[in-house]
């Protein structure tokens, strides 16, 4: 079964700073990795899409990358915001249907 | 297309009341998910369906917990009778499966409180 893992659980970091948020999972044999983002009370909004062919995709501010080989994949936050203060999420979909969820990492971005 | 709408938004009900909670996919989207979201376990699959078919309902945590498909826009998540530990956020998100890029689309999510 695969298992999701993320850390930090939680990261406070002041604004303007680079951020990593990380993401390991079990096994490498995935088809896409999936970054959400979820803010309180609120429900799932997609950042960005890795598919298992590809090494890296970027949005804004935002990159994630992934290495298959070895169950890793990180978000990078570029210049951090408090807009950016969430809950965010990565999603691995394998030979499966579903998504398998890590349990996320909780930023929180002062001014 | 307005995205994939769930009802009701938040529901609170006593323990042992019956609880539904409604899904409406992405129009022409051919799967279906039903997750809920637990501060403890995360986000877990219960159930999904594939062309109003189950395909695998191994999620479902225990009898009291049942889920339909009657038609291609609309399911439900039913639980009866409902108990504390049902508190949680239930997510629907329904895809293609045919495309190139796997992507499931989540719904707002139902926020359950069973007191």
């Known amino acids: 079964k695969q298992e999701v893992t993320q850390i930090p659980a939680a990261l406070s970091v002041p604004e303007g700073e680079n951020l990593v948020l990380n993401c390991s999972f079990t096994?490498?044999?995935?088809?896409?990795l999936q970054w959400f983002r979820q803010d309180p009370g609120k429900g799932l909004t997609s950042l960005l899409l890795?598919?298992?062919?590809?090494r890296e995709q970027t949005s804004g501010r935002l990159n994630a990358s992934l290495d298959k080989s070895s169950g890793r994949s990180t978000l990078y936050i570029a210049a951090s915001q408090p807009g950016d203060s969430a809950t965010y999420l990565c999603?691995?979909?394998?030979?499966?249907?579903?998504?398998?969820f890590g349990k996320g990492t909780s930023l929180l971005v002062t001014p | 297309d307005a995205g994939v709408i769930q009802s009701p938004r938040h529901e609170v009900t006593e323990m042992g009341q019956e609880v539904t909670l409604r899904c409406k996919p992405i129009?022409?989207?051919?799967?279906l998910f039903w997750y809920r979201q637990t501060m403890m376990r995360g986000l877990e699959l219960l159930i999904y369906?594939?062309?109003?078919?189950?395909?695998?309902d191994s999620g479902m945590p225990e009898d009291r917990f049942s889920a339909k498909m009657p038609n291609a826009s609309f399911s439900t998540l039913k639980i009866q009778p409902s108990e504390p530990r049902d508190s949680a956020v239930y997510f629907c998100?329904?895809?293609?499966?045919?495309?190139?890029?796997?992507?499931?689309?989540f719904g707002p999510g139902t926020r359950l409180t069973v007191t």
């Open positions: 998100a329904s895809t293609e499966g045919g495309r190139v890029v796997y992507e499931q689309y």
């Open positions: 096994d490498s044999a995935i088809y896409n």
């Open positions: 890795i598919q298992s062919s590809q």
């Open positions: 999603a691995v979909k394998d030979s499966g249907y579903a998504l398998n």
């Open positions: 129009s022409g989207h051919d799967y």
């Open positions: 369906f594939n062309n109003n078919v189950p395909i695998d």
